[in-house]
């Protein structure tokens, strides 16, 4: 089955710059790469998602790139506020399901 | 629309106790999902349902049961609740097709297992 790591772990940034969280996948066959944020106490919420068919996505200050070759696939977010601070999960579908990695604690200090 | 619901909010079992966690949503999806998020593990799939009468496991199903008599309610039942139990449980809907991709999740159920 599918096998999705994320890095890092937990990641701290000031307020005001870039955050990177890298993810990579094992299933050549996944077509389908969501990111979830997800806030303390609360369910997990789509932020972006990318298919397999584009290798680049943006809305507004979150981005996400993929590389089918070397499958991994990456989550930026710019100019960091806040309200960024929570845990997000990196996700590829694979055979109809969602695989999930382990998530990554993002914590924006003003 | 409510969205995904989940009852109830936190839950303390004794072990070998049974019981049973609701999931309702109102977006008539098809496809209804049960995870348990562990720290440092993500969400790991427990059942899944594409469809009233269908049923199948995920990821982590041993002592999990659900069923889907309606498009709305997907319960999970815990039968003989162990400590290894004890997490945080989301269920999840979406739609089929295509472009079945965004799944939304429900609030989530603490559960502690003693």
């Known amino acids: 089955g599918e096998n999705v790591e994320q890095h890092p772990s937990t990641l701290s940034v000031q307020e005001g710059d870039s955050a990177v969280i890298k993810c990579t996948y094992s299933?050549?066959?996944?077509?389908?790469f969501p990111w979830y944020k997800q806030e303390l106490g609360k369910g997990p919420q789509l932020i972006i998602d990318?298919?397999?068919?584009?290798g680049e996505k943006k809305d507004q200050r979150i981005a996400v790139t993929l590389n089918k070759t070397a499958k991994h696939f990456s989550l930026h977010i710019t100019e960091t506020q806040p309200e960024d601070s929570a845990v997000y999960f990196c996700?590829?579908?694979?055979?109809?399901?969602?695989?999930f990695g382990a998530g990554t604690q993002v914590v924006v200090t003003p | 629309n409510a969205g995904v619901t989940q009852t109830p909010k936190f839950q303390v079992l004794k072990t070998g106790q049974s019981m049973t966690l609701q999931c309702a949503q109102d977006?008539?999806?098809?496809?209804m999902s049960w995870y348990r998020q562990d720290p440092g593990m993500g969400l790991r799939l427990i059942h899944y349902?594409?469809?009233?009468?269908?049923?199948d496991q995920g990821e982590v199903p041993n002592g999990y049961n659900v069923s889907r008599s309606t498009t709305e309610d997907f319960p999970l039942r815990l039968l003989s609740a162990a400590p290894s139990q004890t997490s945080v449980y989301f269920c999840?809907?979406?739609?089929?097709?295509?472009?079945?991709?965004?799944?939304?999740f429900g609030p989530g159920t603490r559960l502690t297992v003693l």
């Open positions: 299933d050549s066959a996944s077509n389908y």
């Open positions: 990318i298919r397999s068919n584009v």
């Open positions: 977006m008539n999806h098809e496809y």
């Open positions: 349902s594409v469809g009233a009468g269908i049923t």
């Open positions: 999840a809907s979406s739609s089929l097709g295509q472009d079945r991709n965004e799944q939304f």
């Open positions: 996700a590829a579908i694979s055979w109809g399901k969602l695989q």
